[in-house]
């Protein structure tokens, strides 16, 4: 079945240390997204890209870094100067078509916590 | 500025109890309204895309529906499996996504 995956389940960060969140798609999707999710606030949008080797900032890209060299994966890097991590991270992902007939496909979280 | 805007942040029904939920929205060029169901700990799921006022769309126990300023998500004689957050969000003319907050269903048996 294509879908997106998404690893770890659940993470813990120390202060001071940069953790990397996998993201992987199988849906031939040119488009990625990561999003941050907190209580009370809706998606906010951290790094997108729409190719290879190319991606944009998002809304809040401060402390965070991605990297995208290969079409299915888009790894996010929560680095240290990120003061307030602790949050659900959604990875998601569409094709031009999809974009205007169901939106994202979404994969089903990492739930960073600082310990 | 474009934006979405969900209420009640929470709804606890009676299994039975039918209720809708909305979604208001400010956009500049609207290309479409997403309805998400999501369920604690996982990500959002597609429901509904709705493009122009008028237009509805129905799947079991959930209708949605569209005007010029907002979405309502009716749902009929809920269960307590349709239980979840439930998210919409709006694309606009720069294929920029906005999303509500959600509304947080609870259905009791």
């Known amino acids: 079945d294509g879908g997106i995956t998404q690893s770890p389940k659940y993470l813990f960060r120390k202060e001071g240390q940069n953790v990397t969140l996998s993201c992987e798609q199988n849906?031939?999707?040119?488009?990625m997204y990561w999003y941050r999710q907190d209580p009370g606030q809706g998606l906010r949008l951290i790094y997108y890209s729409q190719i290879v080797n190319d991606f944009q900032k998002g809304d809040i890209a401060e402390g965070y870094s991605v990297s995208r060299e290969k079409k299915e994966s888009f790894p996010l890097t929560v680095t240290s100067a990120q003061k307030n991590p602790t949050a659900f991270y959604l990875c998601a992902s569409t094709s031009a078509r999809g974009l205007f007939f169901y939106g994202y496909t979404f994969g089903s979280g990492t739930r960073l916590t600082v310990v | 500025e474009d934006q979405v805007t969900q209420s009640p942040e929470a709804l606890r029904l009676q299994e039975g109890e039918s209720s809708s939920l909305n979604c208001s929205y400010t956009?500049?060029?609207?290309?479409?309204l997403f309805w998400y169901r999501q369920d604690p700990g996982k990500g959002p799921e597609f429901l509904f895309t709705l493009y122009s006022a008028g237009e509805e769309k129905e799947k079991e126990r959930l209708k949605a529906t569209l005007t010029k300023k907002e979405s309502f998500l009716h749902i009929t004689a809920p269960k307590p499996e349709d239980s979840a957050t439930y998210l919409c969000a709006v694309n606009n003319a720069g294929n920029q996504f906005y999303f509500g907050t959600g509304t947080s269903l609870t259905v009791i048996p």
């Open positions: 956009v500049s060029g609207l290309r479409g």
């Open positions: 849906l031939n999707h040119d488009a």
